[in-house]
């Protein structure tokens, strides 16, 4: 008997391996994050999990907003969930934060020292990487620097909860969840209104403010950053100086239309004015989703602004969503180009490979395409204002997890359309297509000989 289920076993080990490695590495991604949302919301229905009755949507809805590190969420966490169920939760960011296979694939390489074929095709699917970054380096630092900066973000979080009065043992549990959180630009948090309370704790602020940035500008950034202080011999790739020029452009764009324009941040004091403008932009271009400010009470033009950075977000390979910085600089490029009548593509005198010129376009063109369908389709069954509904579906797709305050409202069929959006959103809109459209495509990387390399 003993002998018959093992060798059941096995036999099923041989099919499920021959099924992977069947797919194609999109396949594998789809798949994949799918796993991991099935796996929370199983956990998530268990009676021990839930401190109350919840529905099966808003556990699924749950799931999906954890492993996506979007943060939208229709019930409360720290009233809805037990202790077991907000450490699910945790368990499902942090995995979505880092990214399907990252950990798994690290071990393998700290063993064997190698990578499978099989590996590096779903990583260099998932992580898109500048030419000059090597597989087995990037990951080791995703790895050793998630780590470092979650544990420094723990030490500090507990402090400032300290500071607030909060018992050893909540101001630890508080300051874990909310380093993880912040890092994987997750947005999830156990406090019933937030992190509107501390507007005016610079500390708090801070805390969340490093640890989004540092996520959000992406692991391509930080492995290539570490090179350069390791050897000053080392060139930064293109990809990091974009990131890092088109961050700082944004976020200080953003941050003087929200101290100039937006009425209940004027209210506030000098100081308390400037945390507010900051925090709120910062969250917006790195997807974090935290927020100090009520969102629902911002006028318009606001709102809109708000929308157009969470639509761009941050860096690629990093735990911020969006269309990505680097897609816009590219469009950006090729409107330049062809305005100046230049056949080649090029931004700040670099020219910039076809290949990356056609995923960037693609990605646009899908990715706004998107943004559209699912605001026609909300619009079908909500009931809310076009501005608000626009700015959930963006926040869904974009993977920052604002809201305006009608996430917990939504009909039943609005939670599946976000639902759906939010999965899209961590995987990426082109290889979700890729992934239905169910076709290996061809690495044409090659047949290019390029100045400079741009992650899309």
């Known amino acids: 008997m003993a002998i018959r289920v093992v060798q059941y076993f096995k036999s099923l080990s041989r099919r499920y391996l021959k099924l992977k490695l069947g797919l194609s590495p999109q396949q594998n991604l789809f798949y994949g994050f799918l796993t991991y949302i099935v796996a929370g919301f199983l956990l998530l229905l ?10 099966v949507i808003d556990n699924l809805f749950i799931a999906t907003s954890a492993v996506s590190t979007t943060g939208l969420v229709t019930v409360g966490i720290s009233e809805s969930f037990t202790g077991f169920g907000q450490f699910v939760i945790m368990c499902l960011f942090q995995l979505g934060g880092i990214g399907y296979l990252t950990f798994t694939t690290f071990m393998l390489l ?8 099989w590996h590096k095709k779903i990583l260099t699917s998932e ?41 050893t043992g909540d101001a630890l549990w508080n300051a874990l969840f909310h380093s993880i959180s912040a890092f994987c630009t997750a947005g999830f948090s156990l406090l019933p209104n937030g992190f509107e309370p501390f507007s005016d704790n610079t500390l708090v602020n801070s805390i969340i403010s490093i640890l989004a940035i540092a996520g959000s500008l992406g692991f391509i950034v930080v492995t290539d950053l570490a090179f350069k202080i390791k050897s000053k011999s080392h060139r930064l790739s293109f990809t990091t100086k974009i990131v890092g020029i088109g961050f700082i452009l944004l976020l200080g764009i953003g941050s003087v239309f929200l101290f100039l324009t937006e009425p209940s941040i004027q209210s506030l ?17 790195t997807t974090v989703g935290f927020n100090t400010m009520d969102y629902g009470t911002f006028v318009l033009p606001v709102l809109l602004m708000v929308i157009f950075l969470m639509y761009i977000g941050a860096s690629p390979s990093g ?23 230049k ?6 005198g670099k020219r910039i490979p076809f290949e990356r010129l056609y995923i960037a376009t693609s990605s ?25 509904i626009l700015f959930e579906v963006a926040s869904a797709l974009g993977t920052v997890g604002l809201s305006t305050g009608i996430t917990g409202e939504l009909s039943l069929f609005g939670k599946v ?34 100045e400079e390399d741009l992650a899309v």
């Open 46 to 55: 268990l009676p021990w999990a839930q401190a109350r009755p919840i529905s």
């Open 110 to 117: 700290s063993t064997t020292r190698r990578l499978t074929h």
């Open 127 to 167: 992580f898109t990487l500048p030419v000059t970054i090597k597989i087995s380096d990037f990951l080791r630092s995703v790895i050793i620097f998630t780590v470092i900066m979650e544990v420094i973000g723990t030490l500090l979080f507990y402090i400032a909860f300290s500071k607030e009065g909060y018992n």
């Open 269 to 285: 004091n000098d100081k308390e004015r400037f945390l507010a403008s900051f925090f709120q932009t910062m969250s917006a271009m």
């Open 319 to 341: 735990t911020a969503g969006g269309m990505k910085i680097t897609t816009l600089t590219a469009m950006l490029a090729i409107v330049g180009s062809r305005l100046r009548g």
């Open 343 to 348: 056949k080649r593509i090029a931004f700040l």
């Open 364 to 388: 646009f063109i899908f990715y706004t395409s998107i943004i559209g369908l699912g605001t026609f389709l909300m619009t079908l069954s909500e009931h809310f204002e076009f501005e608000r």
């Open 417 to 450: 359309v976000i639902t759906v959006l939010m999965f899209i959103g961590r995987l990426g809109v082109l290889t979700f297509g890729l992934a239905i459209l169910a076709r290996k495509p061809k690495n044409t990387d090659q047949d290019f000989i390029v």
